[in-house]
Every structure is written in C-alpha cells, then in structure tokens.
Antibody
C-alpha cells in the first residue's frame, strides 16, 4: 500500500504545473485522498481533498487556482496548479484518509514521499 | 477557522525520560455524532513524510510503539512519549478534523 507523487519542479510565477499521485495496493475511487503541502522548514498545510464519490474541496489559499482530478483506470490522482505564486513553493504530499468501519477518522494513514514545487523567477 | 496551538515549540528530554507535548484547539473538536475527538498526532523525521501515531485523540495507529500515548478531549490534548528513545527525535504535529484539516505548528523533540 503506497502513494507516489511526481511532477514537481521549478516554475515561474503565474505558471502551471500538474502533479500526479499514483496509488498502489488500494483503490483511489473508494477512498478519500488529500493533498497536504509543506513549505521549506515550515509546518503542514492542508490543500485539498477528493472524495471517493468525486466531490472536491479546497483550502481558501488555492481555491480557484488548483483543481484535483482522478483517473480511476490508472488509480492516479492529479493536482492541476495554475497561476502559481511564490507562496505555493512547497513539498506536496498526497495522503489517504484513515477509515475505520464506515467512519472517517480525519487522520491520514498513508503518505507519499512528496514532490517539490518551487515557484521562482 | 479553528486554530491549533502546540506547546512547547521545542523540548529536550533525556533518553528514557517522559516527553509531553500539548495541543490546544480554539474550539472543541469533539464530534457529537460519534462522540469522537477528531484529533490526530503525527511524527515527522527529516526528509520523510509525516507518520500517523494517534487518531481519535487516543487510539494508537497499528504498529506504533506503546510508549506513545494520546489523551484529552474537547479543546485540550496531550501526546506523551513515556520513555524517550533516540529514534523518537522528530517534529510532532497535532491535527484537527472537526473542520477542514488544520495542523498545529509542530513541536521539535530532541535528546538532552
């Protein structure tokens, strides 16, 4: 059971980037998958979530600029990031919500290693 | 928005001694529908993603050593490492899920 992110890099302000999160050992379509980012030397910030049913939610800081999507056939999620700003510089992790029975615990039990995004001119 | 405040920001503890980290939420994270506190604790070592230690405030995640314990309810929570080991050096985060997930600022634990 694992998540592997890819797609990070150096991008100029205002640019776009698409991150991928490939899952193995479980189905992304039956789980809640969250994106969390961590700026260099800083704490953790929730970015977005996609529900098993496809609903998506975003932090105010990225709403209107970031879009989460999913390809069930590839068991992969995507984070499309547009209009990137310097403050979006961070390592982006995808993580799986821990479900106990039918209940979301609100905790994240499986994390990817992350992919680094640097927004700089 | 809920604010999560951890204390202290850092602490140094001797090997084998107890380490205690506090986490205070600006509002209750007790979910009345299931009577669960929607509070988790994570450990993060340099260059690694966070690792889930505790969920629902006091339930140890599978595989986590029993020297890690979580307690508290409502707005005040504690992570205790009963006997600090060298491998426990890390930054620890609390996180609430009553609203959109919010993390505390982190507490760095070192060896004295």
């Amino acid at each position: 059971v694992q998540l592997v992110e890819s797609g990070g890099g150096v991008i100029q302000p205002g640019g776009s980037l698409r991150l991928s999160c490939a899952a193995s050992g479980f189905s992304v379509s039956r789980n809640y998958i969250t994106w969390v980012r961590q700026a260099p030397g800083k704490g953790l910030e929730w970015v977005s979530v996609i529900y098993g049913g496809g609903d998506t939610y975003y932090a105010d800081s990225v709403k209107g600029r970031f879009t989460v999507s999913r390809d069930n056939s590839k068991n992969t999620l995507y984070l499309q990031m547009n209009s990137l700003r310097a403050e979006d510089t961070a390592t982006y992790h995808c993580a799986r919500d821990l479900i106990i029975g039918q209940s979301r615990t609100g905790a994240f039990d499986i994390w990817g290693q992350g992919t680094m995004v640097t927004v700089s001119s | 928005d809920i604010v999560m405040t951890q204390s202290p920001d850092s602490l140094a503890v001797s090997l084998g001694e107890r380490a205690t980290i506090n986490c205070k939420s600006s509002q209750s994270v007790l979910y009345s529908s299931n009577n669960k506190n929607l509070l988790a604790w994570y450990q993060q070592k340099p260059g690694q993603p966070p690792k889930l230690l505790i969920y629902w405030a006091s339930i140890r995640q599978s595989g986590v050593p029993d020297r890690f314990g979580g307690s508290g309810s409502g707005t005040d929570f504690t992570l205790t490492i009963s006997s600090l080991q060298a491998e426990d050096v890390a930054v620890y985060y609390c996180q609430q899920f009553y609203t959109t997930p919010i993390f505390g600022q982190g507490t760095k634990v070192e060896i004295k």
